[in-house]
């Protein structure tokens, strides 16, 4: 083979975020880019010579092209064996389980996870550690620094084999082998979950509908579901991976799941609804009638894992980020167990579970996890909703009152306001970050401000810290809001603004979240003045 070593210059703007790098497909496409990302996080590791990699992504547009550079890049570079789901196709908790089991040095995941695909849609890649993990901030800040100073990169000229046919074959002095996308993660699913249990559940006529939005998700919910646990043909709708997703938008809450949340809020509806997201590591969950929210979600997972037989020991403790309700909180506490606040990012959950410190996580942002793997896992929560309703043979109307009524709830909404003005955005953040030691005691429309801060996290395992996560507001009377600029979109900016107040066991859990937190909304309104920074009116999305 003949590797080549191709001049090259730095190119702006190739700063990983929350999850990876994510861009425009457009710019993502542009000759040199992908390539110059990908030698970045080689040279960013001290090179992958003798290393084994898994590849994979979501089977957005662009994904089979790219992982055959990524595979022509890895040859040159060293890498002695490659791992990719056939067809280049891998979830990413499916990915982070391979990378487990194989022992693998890391891997490579491809996907924008639940933005829009297609030619005119977003990309994505992040690199995930050993443990199967994205990787923490210590490696991506040395990504991006390679990026500022990259001047050539190394790719084999031969185009790279084909990644459709099962086995091994070389690639240069390196192995590629392509491994079925689904076998092992469901064998996992295997040993954690009671299927017996959620067969006769099933059998017993209980119905069930999963989206799986034309991504990745559709051969793993068709195997699992489907064919393993013997649910009706048919109860995983839009089950074949899409380049642009059908030309949805892949991510599952209310507005773009809507025609399932119709089909299960009306009176013939299914007993139970999920959905999944582009990557497959997101989760929305759903009864006749009823919406739960992915911190309630959250929640009664933690309260009930015991029910399945992969979590029967219980738990060592709860982490979720800090936009996240504190509802697991409330749990973690009357089980005696740790609860964890974290930074957004899943990434910043790994050495808990590495230490043994949580069991279960979660994120506002509809995904939940645990100690299996070392992401979020869509479907981990569809199936441990599944083994909980099984045993517990109840509707999820009825556990979601009865958790409320023990618990109490945790009214919660997120406002999303997309693609508003970048500079306007960081401004209004800025200036309120200015204000914020002299808010406590000061009058929020009709709230008072109990005190604000500015999030900053210390990890409990390594003493790693990160600043500047999130404007909290905690007002008089138990209320919290929160306000953030994502890192997950790739035009303007997203300013997210995460709203909770919490009713007591004997309160008043009937009612709408946005009528119960409409206090909340005003008080924050008063305080960031979003209208006139924004120049909206409204959020674009609330869930």
Request: net charge negative; glycine share 12%.
């Amino acid at each position: 083979m003949n590797m080549l070593n191709v001049d090259t210059k730095p190119i702006d703007g190739q700063k990983p975020g929350t999850s990876g790098l994510r861009k425009r497909t457009a710019e993502f496409s542009v000759p040199g880019y992908l390539e110059n990302y990908v030698q970045s996080t080689f040279d960013a590791l001290g090179g992958v010579l003798g290393n084994t990699l898994v590849v994979g992504g979501d089977g957005r547009f662009f994904n089979a092209e790219a992982i055959g550079t990524i595979l022509r890049m890895a040859a040159a570079n060293g890498v002695a064996r490659v791992i990719v789901g056939q067809g280049g196709i891998l979830s990413t908790p499916a990915a982070s389980n391979m990378i487990r089991q194989r022992k693998a040095d890391g891997g490579l995941i491809l996907s924008a996870s639940h933005n829009p695909g297609g030619k005119n849609g977003d990309f994505g890649l992040k690199y995930n550690i050993s443990n199967g993990g994205p990787a923490p901030e210590a490696i991506t800040a040395k990504i991006h620094e390679m990026t500022t100073k990259l001047t050539r990169y190394l790719i084999a000229e031969e185009d790279a084999p084909s990644i459709d046919t099962l086995g091994e074959t070389r690639f240069g002095d390196m192995v590629v082998e392509i491994v079925d996308p689904v076998t092992d993660y469901a064998t996992l699913m295997e040993d954690l979950f009671d299927f017996d249990a959620i067969r006769d559940l099933f059998a017993s006529g209980f119905t069930m509908k999963f989206d799986a939005m034309h991504a990745v998700t559709g051969p793993y919910a068709t195997e699992i579901l489907e064919r393993r646990l013997g649910a009706p043909a048919g109860t995983v709708m839009n089950g074949v991976p899409s380049v642009d997703f059908g030309g949805g938008h892949p991510d599952p809450n209310p507005v773009w799941a809507k025609p399932l949340v119709d089909l299960v809020m009306s009176d013939a509806g299914p007993d139970f609804a999920a959905a999944s997201d582009g990557d497959g590591d997101r989760n929305m969950i759903l009864g006749r009638g009823l919406y739960v929210t992915p911190s309630d979600s959250l929640a009664v997972l933690a309260a009930n894992a015991h029910l399945a037989p992969g979590y029967a020991r219980g738990i060592a403790g709860v982490a979720r980020s800090m936009p996240t309700s504190r509802a697991a909180d409330r749990v973690a506490a009357k089980l005696g167990v740790n609860a964890f606040e974290t930074p957004t990012g899943w990434k910043f959950f790994g050495t808990l579970l590495d230490a043994g410190h949580a069991t279960i996580c979660g994120e506002e942002s509809a995904g939940t996890g645990s100690d299996h793997v070392r992401e979020k896992d869509g479907l981990w929560a569809v199936l441990l909703w599944l083994n909980i309703l099984a045993k517990r043979r109840e509707s999820v109307a009825e556990v979601m009152a009865q958790h409320w009524a023990e618990y109490g709830r945790d009214y919660y909404s997120r406002h999303d306001y997309e693609e508003v003005d970048k500079a306007a955005a960081e401004a209004m953040i800025d200036a309120l970050r200015g204000r914020l030691d002299g808010l406590a005691g000061t009058a929020a429309g009709p709230l008072s401000v109990e005190r604000a801060d500015d999030f900053a996290y210390t990890d409990p395992v390594d003493g790693s810290t990160s600043a500047h996560q999130g404007i909290r507001l905690f007002f008089e009377g138990g209320a919290r809001a929160v306000m953030r600029l994502s890192g997950t979109g790739t035009v303007g900016a997203t300013l997210r603004v995460y709203l909770e107040r919490f009713e007591a066991p004997d309160g008043d859990h009937s009612l709408d979240a946005q009528e119960a937190l409409a206090p909340v909304i005003a008080a924050v309104e008063a305080v960031a003045g979003i209208k006139d920074a924004t120049g909206r009116d409204a959020p674009d999305v609330r869930t």
